[in-house]
């Protein structure tokens, strides 16, 4: 969780083991569509920062944190958003490069990835 003048501007959180979640699983159901890839990248990474605190370098700390935390257990993380999500850049600036897009029903989603190093 980030904090500003002690109020909540963003958080993340995650899974070790994309294939061993069940609860992403059920919760996604687009998530199936990327198996072969969670055999690379199988830590799940989730984040979300309000307005406020954008471009400021907090989501770039939550993110090198995160990878920290499961950089032990896991050779790389992904990550689920859309082709056209303005938030593709700040991936890419945090060396999510990977990409591989699938259809979903009407919709594309996207994964990236980042290898991590031990």
Known sequence: VGLIDESIVGYICG???SSKDT???EALPHYNLFQEEYLS???HLHINLNKRSRGLGLGSILIKEFESLISSTSSGVHLLTSPEARNRSFYL?????????KSNKSSKVLLMGKLLTH
């Open 41 to 43: 990248y199988p830590a």
């Open 15 to 17: 899974s070790p083991d």
């Open 93 to 101: 600036k945090n060396d999510y490069k990977f990409q591989i897009a």
């Open 23 to 25: 609860f992403l699983k």
